[in-house]
Every structure is written in structure tokens, then in C-alpha cells.
């Protein structure tokens, strides 16, 4: 009996803390979202890539994360199985897990795309500060941001499309694409999308705070505008907050990483359930750190969510948004 007790105690506070992690991640990227396109003032084109960010993190929120919630909350000792073929049959059970583990891995190429434009952004800013507003255009990081989410799909769809099924999670409750029955496609994948994000990260911001220690240190710059333009640039915290989010991304997937590559490596299977689980929630959690990290750094957001909040049951929202910008309300 006490047995039983402390099964459902568990198989509670698993699916509590799902609920809970969805609507945490649902209103706050919702915020975000509303947040930058109520906002009429100027804005830095990096709000392009964190609004993409925001969606990709929205999309999780609401189609992946609830799909959890029902067979944690009828799992016994973190052991569940793919609950949704009643009424609709196997077919459809299969299909649905099949969906969501596409989705997840789109999703999270779409993630690390998006950071590697980011680094790109952030890099264009201080290697070319004269010209920066005119190479990083709105319509361009449009652009590139509809790009990436469509290259992602494609590229994603063979695992949709592969015959084998979607592997379902029992101690994480979720729906995984099946790796090891297609290893040349996760191969190739994981070539084709953390190769270029990666070493783009990683050279990106390498030169952005070896330019910082440069300026700190005070080494001369013989174009006194150049110069400037930089100084000015780098003083911008986008450039400390956009790594923070990258370094926060990989943080939070770094306990999943590390087990697979252990057991991969080794052999060992990991038997302890709720290494499992906590690996695999603290890496989605990774979807609530934009909002916090945007509000701390970002000065242009915190003006842009007050005035949301203001004008969000005002009817004159235009005229509004000008007084506080210091605009003229007739123009």
C-alpha cells in the first residue's frame, strides 16, 4: 500500500511540475511576442531572431510539453507507455508520437540556427559598425529567419517520414525520434546543423571580447569614427545578453548531452529514472530563460513591456505608445 502511495505521490508531482513548466513557457513567450510586436519605437533587428526564438519556444510549449502531462500523471515508479490510442487506434498513436518527435528535433534545429544568425548579427555589429544598419536590414534577418524555419522542416522530415516508429520515452514521457535505427541520417543531420551553428558561435564571440578587451585595455584605433562607431556598439548589453542566452541553451541541455554521450561511449546504460527525467525537463526548461534575461539586460524591452502593459486595454494604443516614446501623436 505504502508502495502504491508513494507511486502516485511521485507520478503527481511529475505531471504537476509538466503542467506547470507549460504554462510558464506558454505566457512567457507569449509576453515576449506581444511585447516586441506592440512596440512602435525603433528596434534593434536582434528582436527579429529573439521573436523567432519565442515562437520556437511557444510551439514547444503548446504542442510538445502538454502531450507529457497524461502519461506522467498515470506512470507508476517513472515507467509510462504512449497513452493516446484509445479511441483512435494504434495507427494513430503511432502517427501522433511520430509528429511530436519531428516537431521537437525542427524545433530545436530551429533553436541553434537561430542562435548561429544571432552570433552572425552581433558579429557584423562590431567588425562593421559604420555600416552595420545598412548590411543587417529588417527585411534581410526576415528573411534569413524564413529560411531558417523552412531549411529546418525540410530538413527534419525524415524523421517523419522514416518507417521505423518514434521511440517513446518512459522516464521523460515524451516521443524521440529513433536515432540508432537511422544513424546516417543523425550523422548527417547533426553535421548539417551544429557544424556550421557551432563553429559560427564559437568564433563570433570570440571576436566580440577579444575586440572588448581590446577597447577596456585602451589599444589605440588609428579611425578616430571607426573607433567611436565600436565603442559605442560594444557598450550595447544585446551583445552580453545574446550570449547569455546561448550559453543558458546549451547549460540547460548540457545534463541530457552528457548522458547520451556517456552511455554511447561507454556502453552503460543509466538506469536511474530520474536522471533521466531531470535531464530531459531542465533541457526544456531552457525555454523560460528569455524573458528573465531580456527584462535584467535590455532596456529597449523593459520600456517596450511597459508600454504594453499600459496600452493593453487602451484604445488609443498609437497615441499612447508616441507620448512615452516623446514622439509627436499627429505624425
Avoid at 540508432?180 to 546543423?193: D, E, F, Q, W
Wanted: aromatic fraction near 14%.
Amino acid at each position: 500500500m505504502q508502495h502504491i502511495v508513494h507511486g502516485n505521490l511521485e507520478a503527481l508531482t511529475q505531471a504537476s511540475f509538466i503542467f506547470i513548466l507549460a504554462i510558464a513557457i506558454i505566457l512567457l513567450n507569449l509576453l515576449v511576442i506581444a511585447t516586441l510586436i506592440n512596440f512602435r519605437g525603433p528596434q534593434e533587428v536582434i528582436n527579429i531572431y529573439l521573436l523567432s526564438l519565442a515562437f520556437a519556444d511557444l510551439i514547444c510549449g503548446v504542442v510538445i510539453v502538454p502531450l507529457s502531462i497524461y502519461p506522467a500523471l498515470q506512470s507508476s515508479d517513472f515507467e509510462s507507455t504512449w497513452l493516446y490510442s484509445q479511441p483512435y487506434g494504434e495507427g494513430f498513436s503511432e502517427m501522433l508520437c511520430r509528429i511530436a518527435g519531428y516537431i521537437e528535433v525542427t524545433l530545436f534545429s530551429i533553436t541553434i540556427y537561430t542562435f548561429m544568425w544571432i552570433s552572425v548579427d552581433r558579429y557584423l555589429a562590431v567588425r562593421k559598425p559604420l555600416r552595420y544598419e545598412t548590411v543587417q536590414t529588417r527585411t534581410r534577418c526576415q528573411c534569413w529567419m524564413c529560411f531558417t524555419w523552412i531549411s529546418a522542416a525540410m530538413l527534419c522530415l525524415p524523421s517523419l517520414w522514416t518507417e521505423e516508429d518514434a521511440t517513446f520515452d518512459e522516464y521523460a514521457y515524451i516521443c524521440v525520434p529513433n536515432w540508432n535505427r537511422m544513424a546516417a541520417y543523425s550523422i548527417t543531420l547533426g553535421i548539417l546543423v551544429l557544424g556550421p551553428s557551432v563553429i559560427s558561435i564559437v568564433y563570433n564571440y570570440g571576436y566580440i571580447f577579444s575586440m572588448m578587451r581590446k577597447i577596456k585595455s585602451g589599444v589605440a584605433i588609428h579611425d578616430k569614427e571607426y573607433a567611436t562607431a565600436l565603442a559605442e556598439n560594444l557598450a550595447n548589453p544585446s551583445h552580453i545578453m545574446s550570449f547569455l542566452l546561448v550559453f543558458l541553451f546549451w547549460l540547460s541541455w548540457s545534463p541530457y548531452i552528457g548522458i547520451r554521450i556517456y552511455q554511447e561511449v561507454t556502453g552503460i546504460e543509466i538506469e536511474n529514472p530520474l536522471i533521466h527525467f531531470g535531464a530531459v525537463w531542465v533541457g526544456i526548461l531552457n525555454g523560460l530563460w528569455k524573458f528573465p534575461l531580456m527584462c535584467m539586460m535590455s532596456s529597449q524591452f523593459r520600456l517596450a513591456l511597459r508600454i504594453f502593459f499600459l496600452t493593453i486595454c487602451c484604445r488609443t494604443q498609437g497615441r499612447l505608445q508616441a507620448e512615452i516614446l516623446g514622439l509627436d501623436p499627429d505624425d
